[in-house]
């Protein structure tokens, strides 16, 4: 095969180039048209919540819900250390501290350490919950790879500790519970915040875009006038607020508008396509497939290949770039942000898991058009290269 394999591409098999030529015809192709207020109905319709506000990125979405939270200069935000570094960099935006937790077998944050985090290193005087004289105001959860965090229970954490949680759904669209206490809802609207994020390699993408919801509807239409510079009067420039350049394109929307109608087919290719390379990997002693929470329904967006690292002798460069020769595109996990350079001076809290799986995991080619073959492919090459035999 001298064909190239990529990690993860967008699939434009549907309305796109209908509606973005719409949009372009109309022209509207700024922030302001019909199709970014489709697709904030659509997703609402789809997410079965009330209001969803369309912005510029997951980064945005992020940003703004910590600026709806009320999280200022000085305050404490939880967040993940195995994570990529958009979910924590906001937190900065906002000159807040964060403090790193550790995740559990799932890839998310272990709700067990965070509990003992806020009962042995906080102090809780019935409303506030404070760290070395910081305010704890929220937690951000990341739902890593399209795999629901233990939201049974970080919830009930949360809510003891007057935390509000944001949910950092930007790899989870689709991602639901299929069973017990929050059964048949959505990664993103269990929380006080949901983000989500439309870059290129997610899985719907409007090039570069994002959307946020909240079970607070008002909180929703306050931050749709923040991401569009907070303009109080719709003729005149009056601003009784510091507001942002957030607000999703209408091309944009279009984009998304298309994509979204073909969400439940992606997610159902990336189930069947998860459901092979599980069964290409059965019985391969060197490395597995991890799998996705028992109780719900993944996107299955990113599939995690965890590699035996006492028995495979090369490391994950030589995997990476030995697979890149042959062409097929995998990718490592992320680096743990505590040991990132911005953020080496700041707590991180009995990490312990992370660095196990920062080492182990790798991700392989999961575009929602690989074909069987490509996959069988890609598989018997990822053995040989981990038996050392390529
Ligand atoms: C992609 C991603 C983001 C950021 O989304 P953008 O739309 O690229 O800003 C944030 N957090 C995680 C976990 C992501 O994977």
Redesign the pocket.
Known sequence: MDKYIPLSIPNFEGNERKYVDDAINQGWVSTGGAYITKLEENMAEYLNVENVAAC???????HLSLVEVGVEPGDTVLVPTL?????VNPVRYQFATPVFMDCDDSLCMDPVKLQSFCEEECEWDGEVLKHKQSVVKAVIV???FGNMADMEAIMPIAKKYNLKVIE?A??ALGTCYSDGKYKGKYAGTIGDFG?Y???G??IITTG???ALTSTDAKAVDHLRFLSTQAKTDPYFYVHDEIGYNYRMTNVQAALGVAQLEELTEFIKRKNDNYELYKSEFEGFELAKLMSFRSNTYSNKWFYSLLIDRKHVGCDMRDIVTALDEKGIQVRSIWGLISNQLPYREYEAYSIEKAPCYAERVLNIPCSTQITVDEIKYVSAEIKQVLQGVW
């Open positions: 510029q990125s997951g980064t945005s979405a992020l994570t990529f570094i958009a979910a990341v739902h890593v950092d930007t790899e983000c994020s439309f870059n390699n997610k570069g875009g994002g």
